[in-house]
């Protein structure tokens, strides 16, 4: 009963868990230049239960299992279409740009379908800031002409499709056309339109049979080309239908070679198959290899073009009634100097039509692999005029740009100028130094406005992880005092060894920088005493012995704290700042070296508690920077890979395993707080409620503890082990217990002995469907 043109999902409100997508779509593949792509689409032979989706999530609570699409039973009996939708770019000229959608009835009867590809262009018109409008006409019986001042000309060219129905004849195309405008008078009772086509024609003219619905000048701003394959009974069960188009540069009058435009796509499709060989050559389970490649997919089909420009946006369209006057005062008033207008990598296609920092940086590790200059690009982005605050301070997300992420844009960038290195052998120094004096700025914009009193222990905020802890840490506390967090002060040790690293790899090429390394390596040993050696009068330390643990505290001034003793990523986060420094590393810098041995003579007592005595080298003479020493590293991983705190059978849980029947709680003024372990979905509204960090997996993080047990283990080799799971008796050095880790969270997604995947939960379809089997949600 609806043209179906667009992905479907929940608001917040509407979501039982938040934001989710209701629609059952993959992207199978991609390349770096896009010269190939695939995606699949199942479309349901049913209608689409959009009211079903809506009633029954409104009627679940939060305990309740979110409804999904495939929960409807609308693919029982598989009556659905498999719709896989494939791009190809011509050899010679990348701007031609070959279709083929290809759709499967997988029912047991016959069934019909309409398909319809479009040429349609962004109302930019209707904002009363340019009246140029662009221009889509029928030019042939089987082509239509684009004009658009930033691409000049360009055709539209379908070919007939074989009829799947029985019929003899081949099924061609009507072309449809309307314009991409507002249907006032259906929307909100308007008299008149601005236009007498408007954006729904198509769907009055497919669905209602509405032949006054669409231009008969066959001319518009939205296009479509009409496939139907309704002859007789319909597409036979098993079979398919084929549609072939193609937009290019010339204009074509005659059909389109369907041997030749599938031969490019089979070459375009051998070429993808050669690239990703490359980057994986070494031997891997069929399985493995699948999931990777459609990893890599999903990275690249979620770029999407991400547009905000502070003054359009705080005061409207001219077109259109102005915003009100409050809007120039709420979140994101200090971010005026914002004009963004650019493709960034997006944490997946349809919930987040915006950048969030720390995801961005994330994404930068596995885009490194295939396209280093997308990386490097999203990298440099973040730290241009027009994206970092004058301050220094990186935008978080558009819901609030003043919010805090992690910091890991240093750590990032270094990752990415080493994996090419590795990987395609080209050393960017340009890249490299060009971000790491931009991150300069930020990093000071840390030390002044998340350290105020200049402890050395910062209060970051939320951090990422919303809702982790008993209170919202972007909001001033309701106990009063100041939070001083554990997770905050361990990722800025983090920021200060990335930096070190990156200063020690720019000093091979300009000898100057190894005066900014030693700035680095001073501020992470202040950074490391204060967080966990303060005596006196002074703050508490973050650590409790006790427990052997770290923990955000609540400060009032001087000696009154107030440690909360909630078992989180906040405590395993200190982790992450771990460096070792080669021997031959150290010996190559003299004025750096200088300044490590006048800092371990005359600052001893901080040097001995915060690195490795000079004495007592690690494996192959090593250096270690941490900010836990071994005892502390034993007691954190003594819980950390405890099966009934942090270790799960598919990596590190976000919050320990005891607080489900411990939890942590607090009353304040008459309010009561609470931290309790939840495996899946959030139970509370706070962030939107799409998020929870109180229980599950988060690969990201769990990817930064692995690259720092490897760390430890480079320095502490194969005598340092520890019980792997505690309490097991088995004893691993550090390296296989990165590895036990790295292989539990492989398995979330990879299929095991019986052919299940984790991810999947048991349902059969997802698990033995030939159909289904070996897709994944790339979310």
């Avoid at 109302?123 to 009363?128: F, S």
């Avoid at 914002?338 to 919930?351: A, F, G, N, R, V």
């Avoid at 003299?590 to 690195?611: G, I, S, T």
Wanted: glycine share 6%; proline share 5%; with cysteine.
């Amino acid at each position: 009963d609806h043209l179906k043109e667009r992905l479907f999902g929940l608001s917040n409100p509407q979501g039982v868990h938040g934001e989710s997508i209701k629609e059952a779509h993959f992207h199978l593949d991609n390349t770096p230049t896009h010269s190939y792509m695939k995606f699949l689409y199942k479309l349901p032979q049913r209608p689409f239960p959009y009211e079903d989706l809506i009633k029954e999530n409104a009627r679940r609570n939060r305990t309740e299992r979110e409804y999904n699409l495939i929960d409807t039973g609308i693919f029982d009996d598989g009556k659905y279409w498999d719709c896989f939708i494939e791009t190809a770019k011509d050899a010679e000229n990348p701007d031609e740009l070959l279709f083929r959608v290809t759709c499967y009835n997988r029912g047991a009867d016959y069934a019909k379908l309409h398909i319809l590809p479009h040429v349609w262009f962004r109302n930019t018109w209707a904002w009363g800031r340019d009246d140029y409008k662009p221009n889509v006409h029928q030019v042939g019986p089987l082509q239509s002409e684009i004009e658009h001042r930033d691409i000049g000309t360009r055709y539209f060219q379908c070919s007939p499709s074989p009829n799947s129905c029985g019929g003899q004849d081949d099924v061609e195309p009507e072309f449809l056309f309307t314009d991409n405008d507002t249907n006032y008078v259906d929307l909100w009772g308007a008299k008149t339109n601005k236009t007498p086509f408007v954006k729904d024609a198509f769907h009055k003219r497919v669905i209602k049979g509405d032949k006054k619905a669409v231009n008969p000048h066959k001319t518009g701003t939205k296009s479509a080309a009409w496939y139907a394959f309704n002859q007789e009974r319909g597409v036979a069960p098993g079979d398919c239908a084929v549609v072939r188009f193609r937009i290019s540069t010339k204009r074509n009058d005659g059909y389109l070679d369907e041997e030749e435009f599938d031969e490019i796509m089979d070459q375009r499709l051998q070429e993808a198959d050669d690239f990703y060989f490359k980057i994986n050559p070494m031997p891997m389970a069929d399985d493995l290899r699948n999931i990777q490649r459609q990893a890599f997919s999903g990275m690249l089909w979620c770029k999407q073009h991400y547009h905000f420009i502070w003054d359009q946006w705080a005061n409207g369209d001219p077109a259109m009634p102005p915003p009100p006057p409050s809007r120039k005062a709420v979140r994101n008033s200090q971010w005026k100097h914002m004009h963004l207008d650019d493709i960034l990598s997006m944490p997946d296609s349809w919930e987040y039509p915006f950048f969030a920092a720390w995801d961005s940086a994330f994404h930068c590790i596995p885009i490194a692999q295939i396209d280093p200059e997308l990386a490097k690009k999203q990298l440099d982005l973040f730290t241009r005029e027009w994206y970092m605050h004058p301050n220094g301070q990186l935008p978080a997300y558009e819901w609030n740009f003043g919010d805090v992420n992690p910091p890991v844009h240093a750590w990032a960038t270094f990752r990415t100028f080493k994996i090419e290195r590795k990987m395609y052998g080209r050393e960017d120094l340009d890249f490299l130094e060009r971000v790491f004096q931009k991150l300069l700025m930020n990093f000071t914009w840390w030390c002044n406005r998340k350290d105020a009193e200049g402890k050395n222990v910062f209060e970051g905020g939320f951090l990422g992880l919303d809702n982790i802890g008993l209170f919202n840490r972007s909001d001033p506390l309701p106990t009063g005092g100041t939070l001083e967090q554990a997770d905050a002060t361990g990722w800025m040790a983090f920021y200060a060894l990335s930096m070190l690293n990156i200063a020690l790899e720019l000093a091979k090429h300009r000898r100057i920088y190894e005066d900014i390394a030693s700035k680095f390596f001073e501020h992470f040993i202040l950074i490391s005493d204060a967080m966990q050696y303060r005596k006196g009068t002074d703050a508490k330390s973050l650590w409790n012995d006790e427990d052997g643990f770290y923990y955000d505290a609540i400060s009032w001034g001087g000696s009154w704290s107030h440690q909360m003793p909630v078992r989180s990523l906040v405590g395993l986060i200190p982790m992450y700042a771990t460096l070792t420094l080669e021997p031959q590393v150290i010996n190559r810098f003299p004025a750096f070296k200088k300044r490590l041995e006048w800092f371990v003579k005359n600052r001893h007592d901080v040097a001995e508690r915060n690195m490795a005595s000079m004495a007592r080298r690690g494996k192959d003479s090593r250096l270690l920077l941490s900010l836990v020493n071994e005892d502390r590293l034993r007691a954190i991983l003594a819980r950390m890979l405890s099966e009934t705190e942090f270790l799960s059978d598919h990596g590190i849980r976000s919050l320990s395993k005891i607080h489900k029947d411990h939890p942590v709680s607090m009353d304040v003024n008459g309010q009561h707080y609470s931290v309790s372990y939840i495996p899946g979905d959030s139970d509370s509204g706070l962030f939107g409620g799409n998020s929870n960090w109180r229980g599950p997996v988060w690969i990201a993080v769990n990817f930064l503890l692995i690259e720092s047990l490897l760390r430890f283990y480079m320095f502490y080799g194969n005598t340092f082990k520890v019980e792997c799971p505690t309490g097991s008796g088995d004893y691993m050095h550090l390296g296989h217990v990165a590895e036990e880790i790295q292989h539990r969270l492989t398995h979330l997604m990879a299929a095991d002995k019986d052919g299940k995947r984790a991810i999947n939960d048991g349902n059969a379809m997802l698990d033995h469907d030939p159909h289904w089997k070996d897709y994944l949600f790339f979310y």
